[in-house]
Structure formats: C-alpha cells, structure tokens
C-alpha cells in the first residue's frame, strides 16, 4: 500500500512540473514612454474634457445607445407633438395649482408618535415650526429675486409677446448658452434681461432643460439668481466681457453698454409697491443679468432661424402669466381669510418679509416631504402644489445642478415640473381632491376658519364686567364749565373735583391718560380703561347709560376714517379728539355744549378714541 501511494505522488508531481513548463513567459518589453509631465498635462488642458466639470455626471441611462441621427430624429418627433399642444391650447390655460384656503398645522414632537424615516427626511416636517431639512439653495433669497425680474420683464410685456421678437430672443439665448458651453464654468458670462427670460422658461421644466442641455452642449449648464459681492463687484467688466466674445463669435452686436440706467423703472417701482418686504432688505440686491439696457429688436427676423430647444415660443408667453396668477392666488387667499372677514382689514401688499419667506419655505418642505412619501410611480397621483409653495419650487430650480442633488438626497428621485401640464378638467379636479384630502390627512390641519370657529367673538365684550354693580359717583354733583382754548381735558377734570381747569394744566400730558389719571388720585378718584374698539359712540351708548356712573368718553372730530388711520405730518399731529364727561345720562361737554341728553350728543356719529371708567381711588383696578 505503501508503494501504491508513492507510485500516485509520483504521477501527481510529473503532471505538475508538466503544467508549470507550459506556463508561457512574460513578453520582453522594449517601448518607454518618453512624453514629459509638463506635455502630458498640456495636452490634458486643451482636452475637450477638461471643460466638463467634476460634479457633472452622465445619467445612468445609457445617453450614447443611440446614434446621433437617431437621437436627433427621436427629438424632432416629440418637439412636433409638444408644438402641436401648445398651438392648440386656447387662453383658458391653467396651472396645476390648488387653490386653497389658510391652515394651522399642529406641531408634533418628537418621540410622541411613531416615525419612519421617509427619504431623506429624518423627522416628520410637523415635528418643528423651522425647517427639517438644509436645502442646497437659499429659496427664500432667491424668491425675492425672483419676483423682482418677473416684475421687470413684464414692463416689454407687449413687445416681447410678439413673435419676431420671440424668435430673435431665442436665438440669442442659443447664443449665449454656446458661450457658456464652450469656457470654464468659473468664467463669469452676463445674460441680458431678455436671455434671461428665456432661461426662465427653460428652467422651469428640468426634464427638458437637461435633456437639451447634453444634446446641446454635452454638459448642464448650471445657473443662479443669486450673485455674491465679488461677482457683483466684476460684474460690469463681466458685461464688458461677454459682449465681446458674443460679437467675436457670431459678428452681431450684443446689446449697448451703459453702466448707468436709461430706461424707465417707475413701473416695475410701482409695482413692488404691491409686497412687502422687511425694513432691512435690499430690493437691488446682487442678481446675475444684466437690465441697465436693452437690446433692440429687429421688425424682421431671420429667414434661418430654427428653434434648437424643446420648448416652444408659446411657453415664453403663457410663463409670463405666471406672476399675474400667483399675486391674484395670494390676495385672495388673504381677502377670504377669516382674520380679515371679521376685522374687516382687506390687504393689499403680499408679504414677502422674513416670515413669511419662512412659511412659504415650509410649505415646500411638506410638498418636497409628500412627494417622497408618495412617488407617482405606487400608484398615487402627483401631489400637486399650491401657488406659495409653486414660487419656492421654482426658486429651488433656479439652481439646477444642486436641484437635482436635493431632490436625489430628499425624496429619491428628481421631481420634474410641468408649468401649465395638459390635463382634462375633470381629471385636474379629481387629482386636485386628491392631493388636498392626502395633505389634510398627512399634516392634520385644520383651516384657519374652524379654528377661529371654535372662538367666540370679542366684539361684544362689555364695556365693564356685568358682575360689578356698584355705582360708584353715581351721586355726585358735575357742574358744567366752558373750556378756554384746546384744553378739553383740564376742563373735565375740574369739572370732576370742583376745581379750576388751571389746576391741572401744565401737570398733565393731554396724550397721557396716566397722568389724567394721577392727577385725579388726590381727589379720591382714578381711571380705569374700558374694552372698546373704533366703533362710533352710537354702538356704546346705552350700555353706558344702563351702568349709570360716570364715564370719560374720548372721539375723534372727524368722521372720515382715511383721516385717522393717516399718518403723522412733519409736526406729529394725527387728526383731533375730544375728551367730554358721560354721568348717568347725561353728558358734559366743556365745547359750549354744557349738560345734554347723552343720546342726542353729537358724539353718536364720531369713532371711538377711548373710553375710561371713574373710578374710587383705592380700586383694584385703574390706571
């Protein structure tokens, strides 16, 4: 057995030695690379790669299947339907916008209900009043802005409506996004207002702004409505510049240079005047276009034009509708709000101050949340938007590099945006429904008007607690006096003590009740406020009179309301008040009217200033 298995050892070693003498022997290589550093990384420079930035990457789709014929084919195509729609959609267009009423969302901690993490979202937005999540772009600066150029560009409304214009716009952002394709993307390039409008138009559907962009130019061409001090403080050399390569490449003139404005800005002036903005905001802040002038348009455009996008010239005009919609939604959302119903304050401005900035963004965090929760591809409808989060969603494609990137990070894929989508009306409504009832469940809220609902009103407050009954100078004796020149107050207040008005001037402010008030403190009396508002004398009068004692009643001598609500003049005078005495039913009036019927005092037509109750000096209440 022993032989037997040296004999197998044996067998077993020959083959090996066999299979190693097979083995073939590495090549004999003679060639060196002889190519320097410093050629190597000039011909790397002048690669036309080394213009595709890093943080540019190529969709996992396979982008070069296809060849260019028949990338080229597949684009025509669906640009012939997409004109096609656009021609035959008549004026009623409409957003996919929801049109809803204010809603108080509750607040709910962390740790009190049970959360799962939903993309990018690590707590329900419902868990904070701030924001979850850290956006790449800041849309609250980017909204003001963006609002300031569609303001400006509505001033060419008309012009730029028309078609040769349209045509001749859309060549010079062609123009202009070559310009950008072929520098670095550090080389500042300035677009003129009427570029940028376009650009708009553009960005505002990111499926189509990319897809043109690699067929275009190989590369997204990023984009920001925000510039820093540095690019601001180069951005006329910047203008300087891009004129130059503009018409070095393609031997037309950019537009004028003028570092001073010539056009007209009282109109885009005067409609700012419809927001609001915080006392320490800047509405000429830094912003990348240049608007100091404006290229001027032939009456004739070019018998080789040809549009090379994928949107057509109707989406630049009805996009320029946008703005008129979204201010409409805004106020009138506000006008039915039942905080202004039941005060009657109708507003006028859309508040685009830090608050409310805050809001809108927030809004958009649950949007950005509901849209990870449910993606369109489980079967759920798209969850449509409202006009406030809409204007936040189109800050945050101002930057489409980094919206991608957001979007990819927060809810996993890349939320594409359709402006005026084509929907039936019924299937609008039913996706509409569908999208307010998935909020109202996912959030809680509640709207502004159940919750204010559930609140009695305070308009009818009593003048005084019904519970106190006592009549406290009921019996005093008030002699009527004649006031000597604007000193209605120190008149009553010695017509209330028996002493002279004398007395008293010099020792009170006539706009300070508290002094009125320690004045009277010596005499055994004071003071006290009652709940009012600017309603005429006529809405208090008998319930005064049922307290019978003794009021000091104060109204405005004008019955015109834009007058008391004016503001101060250059001396700080407002309008004029008066101040009388009310006893029972009777009232004392120190302007020559003396004691007279309080319900034929000429008071009953004016609007309440202040009403104060006299009361004994020792009283828990009082000023």
């Known amino acids: 057995m022993k032989r037997f298995f040296e004999n197998v050892k044996k067998k077993i070693d020959s083959k090996y030695v066999a299979l190693v003498k097979k083995k073939p022997s590495q090549p004999n290589v003679t060639w060196k690379h002889i190519w320097p550093l410093d050629e190597t ?39 012939s339907l997409r004109n096609a729609q656009v021609q035959t959609r008549d004026r009623s267009y409409a957003t996919s916008c929801m049109a809803i009423e204010l809603a108080i969302y509750p607040i709910r901690p962390n740790g009190q209900r049970h959360f799962e993490i939903v993309g990018g979202f690590q707590q329900h937005p419902n868990s904070s009043e701030s924001t979850t999540i850290e956006q790449s772009v800041d849309i609250g600066k980017t909204a003001r802005q963006l609002i300031f150029l569609l303001e400006k560009a509505s001033e060419f409304q008309p012009e730029w409506q028309q078609s040769v214009t349209l045509k001749q716009m859309i060549t010079r952002y062609y123009r202009f996004m070559q310009l950008k394709a072929s520098h670095p993307s550090h080389i500042l390039l300035i677009p003129t207002l009427d570029i940028e409008l376009v650009w708009q138009t553009h960005l505002l559907r990111p499926e189509m702004y990319q897809a043109d962009c690699l067929r275009l130019f190989r590369r997204i061409i990023d984009h920001s409505l925000l ?21 070095q490449r393609f031997g037309e003139q950019y537009c004028l240079f003028s570092s001073a404005s010539v056009h007209n800005t009282t109109p885009y002036r005067r409609k700012l005047r419809q927001y609001l903005f915080d006392s320490f905001s800047d509405t000429e802040a830094n912003y990348p276009y240049w608007d100091n002038t404006h290229f001027k348009f032939s009456p004739e455009s070019s018998k080789s034009y040809e549009n090379p996008f994928s949107f057509a ?44 900035i805050n809001l809108l963004t927030k809004s958009y965090e649950r949007f950005l949340y509901m849209a990870a929760k449910y993606p369109p591809e489980n079967g759920n409808g798209f969850i449509l938007p409202t006009y ?34 084509m929907m039936e009306d019924d299937k609008m409504k039913t996706a509409r429904n569908q999208s307010n009832n998935i909020w109202k469940d996912e959030f809680e809220i509640h709207s502004l008007s159940q919750v204010m609902a559930k609140f009695k009103s305070d308009r009818d407050t009593p003048v005084w607690p019904a519970k106190e009954e006592e009549h406290y100078f009921r019996d005093l004796v008030v002699a009527p006096l004649d006031q000597r020149g604007p000193t209605c107050v120190s008149t009553c207040l010695a017509m209330l003590t028996g002493k002279r008005p004398e007395d008293f001037q010099g020792k009170i402010n006539t706009q300070d009740p508290v002094s ?22 006529k809405f208090y ?19 015109d309301p834009n007058q008391i609500l004016n503001d101060p003049d250059s001396t700080g005078f407002v309008t004029q008040s008066h101040f009388i005495l009310l006893h029972r039913d009777k009232i004392y009036d120190s302007a020559g009217y003396g004691c007279i019927p309080a319900r034929e005092h ?22």
């Open 41 to 79: 990384q000039s011909a790397l420079s002048k690669s036309v790669f080394a213009e595709i930035p890093n943080e540019i990457t190529i969709p996992s789709t396979k982008l070069y299947s296809k060849s260019f014929k028949e990338v080229y084919m597949d684009w025509i195509y669906l640009k």
């Open 227 to 247: 510039f820093s001090d540095v690019q601001n403080f180069s951005k006329e050399q910047a203008f300087k510049d891009t004129c130059h390569l503009y018409e």
């Open 313 to 356: 010239e109707g989406d630049i005009i009805i996009d320029s509708q946008w703005l008129d919609l979204f201010k409409k939604f805004m106020l009138d959302v506000l006008k039915k709000a039942p905080v202004y119903s039941t005060f009657g304050t109708v507003p006028e401005e859309i508040d685009l101050r830090c608050r409310a």
């Open 388 to 421: 406030a989060i809409d204007i936040m969603w189109h800050s945050h494609m101002q930057e489409p590099l980094k919206y991608v990137a957001d979007c990819n990070r927060f809810i996993g894929y890349v939320l594409y945006h359709s402006p005026w989508p």
């Open 516 to 537: 009125w008030s320690a004045a009277l403190q010596p005499y055994g009396m004071k003071l006290a406020y009652c709940p009012h508002d600017a309603r005429k004398f």
């Open 541 to 559: 009068i008998e319930e005064l009179i049922a307290l019978d004692d003794l009021f000091g009643l104060s109204f405005y001598t004008t019955t």
């Open 602 to 623: 000429r008071c009953l037509e004016y609007h309440t200033k202040r009403i104060f109750r006299v009361l004994p000096a020792t009283h828990a209440r009082g000023l």
